[in-house]
């Protein structure tokens, strides 16, 4: 899922305030899992800035509401009357929610409440790892389903490094060397064989290379 | 009581969302000692009476809270300006 992480409340406050009216959107989908971005932390967002709207004497409505995702226009439909109703817009989606919401509404500001930081998986109660980068040409079937791309810190092809210890990386104390990971995994499943292999040059092309990427399917 | 919640870790849960609650208050400008979470079972009533006595006491010393003051000032403008008006 789409990690987020709310921005500092500061940097929110100084992009909304010189608004008369302000709509707080939520998105209930992958932000609302890492309790970043979901309708409930919307409501507490416009709770926070309606405080500090009224200590600092600023005169700004503000509403709150959000959707299961906004990403898909299907999903607008239940919000449409009170977007089509405000002045700006602090949306509590991704990156891909926030500018899907710009593109609706052309004449709309609309402002990032979140920081997009990764693909990431659910490691416990409010923790979250990084696992993917989208980089269009997924290789997990040879590494052991371990990701080189997200998860080694040089995104090297051939590791481990030299910078590998005690199966942690230089980087970090903290994080794993994928590397190792791998190794290990290719171990627990008889297939170090695959790792003697060396792997060919990766396609990037396939990444950010090309510009932003889409696909269609076909009979839609 | 703590650990024997009818919702099983619904008070444990609690505990950490009046912390996290208390942190976002802090950020507004309002003092997080107005916020605070007891365990308490339904047959502590005298205990219970304690509790808000002491808090009353408490938010009391704490005086009005900044919103509130806040909203008085607005308040009293608006109702100047009428008057001039």
Redesign the interface.
């Known amino acids: 899922m789409i990690v987020g992480e709310q921005k500092p409340f500061d940097e929110v406050w100084e992009m909304v305030k010189d608004h008369k009216q302000l709509t707080v959107f939520g998105c209930n989908t992958c932000v609302a899992v890492c309790h970043q971005g979901g309708n409930k932390e919307a409501e507490i967002l416009a709770s926070l800035l309606r405080m500090r709207a009224t200590q600092e004497g600023v005169d700004i409505e503000i509403q709150d509401g959000g959707i299961e995702r906004q990403c898909e226009h299907p999903f607008f439909e239940s919000a449409k009357s009170m977007l089509e109703e405000s002045e700006a817009v602090l949306s509590l989606a991704c990156g891909i929610g926030v500018q899907f919401v710009a593109e609706k509404y052309m004449s709309m500001p609309v402002y990032p409440a979140l920081n997009t930081t990764f693909l990431g998986d659910v490691q416990g109660d409010g923790s979250f790892t990084e696992k993917c980068q989208a980089c269009g040409d997924c290789i997990l079937g040879v590494t052991g389903g371990i990701c080189p791309v997200s998860r080694c810190c040089k995104r090297i092809f051939n590791g481990p490094c030299g910078g590998s210890s005690n199966g942690k990386c230089e980087i970090s104390k903290d994080i794993d060397c994928a590397w190792q990971l791998v190794v290990d995994r290719l171990e627990a499943l008889g297939k170090m064989a695959e790792y003697e292999k060396l792997t060919p040059i990766k396609d990037w092309s396939k990444d950010r290379a090309g510009g932003p990427r889409s696909f269609k399917l076909e009979g839609f | 009581m703590e650990g024997q919640c009818h919702f099983l870790e619904g008070n444990t849960n609690a505990v950490k969302k009046v912390e996290k609650l208390k942190g976002?208050l802090n950020?507004?400008?309002?003092d997080p000692e107005r916020l605070d979470f007891y365990h308490l079972s339904a047959a502590q009533g005298p205990r219970w009476a304690e509790i808000c006595t002491e808090f009353t006491e408490k938010i009391n010393a704490l005086g009005p809270s900044?919103?509130w003051l806040?909203?008085k000032?607005?308040k009293e403008s608006t109702e100047a300006e009428k008057q001039v008006a």
């Open positions: 976002l950020m507004v400008g309002v900044p919103i806040a909203l000032k607005k």
